[in-house]
């Protein structure tokens, strides 16, 4: 056949031979391409590529896997500078001791994803616009929570209301302190977000507190509850020789000081000394039962609620329950005391002013003093009075001693006489007479005279 009639003419083998060359090449370069992806290109980051600080495009994960363990290295050997709001001194820590670490496995990880094979179009846009890994931080809870509690007690301080009391026999005002808390949550995200800064940023933050205002103010105290100065005072006298006696007094005394009563609050003496025993640390003393003197714990205390049964007449309460002794008692005048016994004799008085009032005892070598502050305008002039005092002279009784003879006579107990007195109290404004209220008529009865006669016939 000639070659001239072949009829597709005669170049065409060499055409075809040219093309199966040309697809080998391309087969070629595809090979190589994806050789280079998987075996080289997907072990670097993308061009454009940053991890916090750093830039890490084209550099192999191995080459950035030691990079992130010096930075994590070197980050944990810096320190935290913590100011803290109207304190002088910073607080430092190591960051070693803080909790927190630089998580490297978490960025290879993301490193990984972003250098992934044949993401063209991405790779593209790092390479044109960049594009930053944020540093990744993450928290052993368990040494921060223990680091913040440290914190903590640097930092928090409790509030305080302000507060009023008596001492010496003048009020004492102590100022309200502002409190401050830490606001915990707000301090460790301050702490991530100046890391996410790290290194071109120093570590240094400032913690967020919240300040925490009482309400009580020396001025609420005054303009609200009204205590302001003293608005009645009473001192009764008694033998320190008898020591017992002294330290149920003092005992008494010290659980009523500084006792504050609002308006309307009923002040009760039993409710507050509770049972005078020998187990309440109450020692034996002279008591009066049943019209005499006998021994028994928590003697004296009467002189107390006497005392301040005294006071809250001068300061214009209410009395809501009193009671006389039996017989007359040497340190208050007959219808001034107050008789108290457990569970069934109580002094009682309710604060029927408008303003707070504060009870405060004083206790001297030889004296008791019982004082109430409140708001002088709240209070009138009061005056307590006694009238028709009867004298009621004590009887002479016998006693019979069988030992001795006839003309035996000898004074055994010297007498003392009784009363019956009634006891008002008077209200006065601008010097003139308002109101009198009659607190009752009490009676005391008189000790005998005793003599002893013999019996004996001559």
């Known amino acids: 056949m000639n070659i001239k009639n072949w009829p597709y003419g005669w170049r065409t083998p060499l055409k075809n031979k040219r093309s ?18 998987l075996l080289y290109f997907s072990e670097r980051a993308p061009l454009g590529l940053h991890i916090g600080p750093y830039y890490v495009g084209g550099k192999s994960h191995a080459c950035i896997e030691g990079l992130l363990i010096n930075a994590k290295k070197d980050f944990m050997e810096n320190e935290v500078t913590v100011t803290v ?28 994803s972003k250098s992934a094979p044949f ?11 960049g594009l930053s890994i944020p540093l990744n931080f993450q928290v052993n809870e368990d040494v921060f929570n223990s680091l913040l509690g440290s914190i903590e007690e640097e930092v928090n301080i409790s509030s305080r209301e302000a507060s009023v009391w008596a001492e010496g026999g003048t009020l004492q005002f102590r100022p309200h302190r502002t409190g401050r808390m830490l606001q915990a949550a707000a301090f460790r995200d301050a702490v991530i977000s100046k890391l996410l800064q790290w290194p071109l940023a120093p570590l240094e933050v400032e913690l967020e507190v919240e300040y925490l205002k009482p309400q009580a103010t020396i001025s609420y105290i005054l303009l609200s509850k009204g205590i302001k100065e003293k608005i009645a005072a009473t001192r009764t006298k008694f033998n320190p020789a008898n020591e017992n006696r002294v330290h149920n007094i003092r005992l008494a005394a010290a659980e009523l000081d500084n006792m504050v009563l609002a308006p309307g609050d009923i002040f009760s003496f039993n409710q507050i000394i509770g049972r005078a025993s020998l187990e309440e640390g109450f020692k034996e003393a002279p008591v009066i039962v049943n019209d005499r003197l006998v021994m028994g714990p928590g003697g004296g205390i009467c002189q107390v609620s006497s005392t301040i049964y005294n006071t809250a007449l001068l300061a214009g309460v209410s009395i809501q329950e009193r009671h006389n002794h039996g017989l007359p008692v040497s340190y208050i005048p007959p219808g001034r005391d107050a008789a108290v016994a457990y569970d069934y ?14 009870v405060h005892t004083e206790v001297h070598d030889d ?3 019982i004082f109430i502050f409140g708001d002088p305008q709240a209070v009138s002039e009061i005056k307590v009075m006694s009238q ?45 007479e308002i109101y009198r209220e009659k607190l009752g008529r009490d009676y005391y009865a008189p000790t005998p005279t005793i003599y002893g006669v013999g019996t004996l016939p001559q």
């Open 345 to 358: 004799l109580d002094l009682k008085f309710k604060n029927c002013l408008d303003c707070h009032v504060l």
């Open 388 to 432: 028709g005092l009867q004298k009621i002279p004590p009887p002479v009784h016998y006693r019979l001693l069988e030992n001795k003879p006839s003309s035996y006579k000898e004074k055994i107990q010297e007498g003392k006489e009784g009363f019956s007195v009634e006891t008002v109290r008077v209200f006065y404004e601008d010097g003139v």
């Open 85 to 112: 709001p109207h304190r002088q001194a910073a607080l430092v820590f190591e960051l070693q001791n803080m909790g927190i670490f630089l998580d490297v496995e978490a960025l290879l990880e993301e490193l990984k």
């Open 119 to 129: 993401n063209y179009r991405s790779k593209m846009l790092f390479l044109q616009e």
């Open 367 to 369: 004296s008791i003093e």
């Open 20 to 37: 199966l060359k040309i697809l080998a090449a391309v087969l070629m370069a595809v090979i190589i391409l994806l050789s280079a992806e």
